[in-house]
């Protein structure tokens, strides 16, 4: 029979195997909803319209992320999200295996669904209703009139044309939108890349802008962009949700006398 003092020896041992193998590891628990309903949910819809990055991937996306908890939670299986019924991609979070040593660091549960901005376009304005829900619990975050392409109009004059020490405003659609402030705007010039930052004065969800005396002629990509307040209607199940509406447009334009 093992003495007391061997005893302790092992366990002891045990014990400092164990800290060494969690040195600088971080470990997810496995999560359902319901473990989850203390969070806050963080969204952002972004709608990019680039002329120099036309495809990127996530231009046109509704991100939906948990916020960071007490531990590192991976979302356990049997969990379903929906936008509007159509079904999300979920990433269940957790420590990603990248192979590489070092600190592990943890990635927050979290849902996507990228949409069609022709085919919103095209279809009536509509709240987009998002649900999360498994055997244990269910989430609901409704968004007034989110579902919607998002632009900035023109309000007068061609708008393929800038003229110097003209002022011009531009108006962010759709009219149900509130900005949290002050659209930003820039031109860019297409041979030499040169960024001119334009000072935008706002009044609701119109910005105007004057075309400084100094800018050179030539053609140019003006870039408008902005967030929009998000109109929660409903949101159960969690802790609380905020984000806003993102909208970032391009738009081929000539700047002459």
């Known amino acids: 029979m093992a003495s007391a003092s061997s005893l302790r020896f092992v366990v002891g041992a ?4 164990g800290l060494l193998a969690g040195c600088g590891r971080t470990v997810a628990q ?29 231009a046109h996306r509704f991100t939906l992320v948990f916020s960071e908890g007490f531990t590192c939670a991976r979302l356990a299986d049997g969990v379903t999200a929906t936008l509007n019924g159509q079904p999300m991609k979920l990433e269940p979070g957790g420590v990603p295996d990248t192979g590489v040593g070092g600190r592990e660091v943890c990635e927050p549960p979290r849902a996507t669904f990228d949409f069609d ?15 999360l829900q498994d055997d244990t619990h269910s989430m609901v975050l409704v968004l007034r009139d989110a579902k919607a392409k998002r632009r900035f109009l023109r309000e007068s004059g061609s708008p393929g044309t800038l003229r110097r020490n003209q002022t011009y405003a531009y108006a962010w659609l759709p009219e149900t939108d509130v900005l949290q402030g002050p659209a930003k705007a820039s031109i860019i010039h297409k041979n030499t890349g040169a960024l001119g930052v334009l000072d935008v004065q706002q ?29 929660v209607l409903s949101c159960e199940g969690v802790a609380r949700c905020e984000g806003g509406l993102f909208h970032s447009g391009d738009v081929d334009v000539t700047v002459s006398p």
Not at 117 to 131: A, G, Q, V
């Open 30 to 58: 496995p999560a359902t909803l319901v473990d989850l309903k203390d969070r806050t949910l963080k969204f952002t819809l972004t709608d990019v319209d680039s002329l120099e990055r036309d495809s990127t991937v996530g």
């Open 14 to 17: 045990l014990a400092a195997w």
């Open 117 to 131: 901005p022709e085919r919103w376009d095209n279809e009536p304005t509509e709240d987009l209703r998002i649900i």
């Open 203 to 231: 009044e609701g969800n119109t910005s105007r802008f004057t075309v400084p005396p100094e800018t050179v002629e030539g053609q140019y990509i003006l870039r408008m962009s902005g967030t929009a307040v998000a109109q």
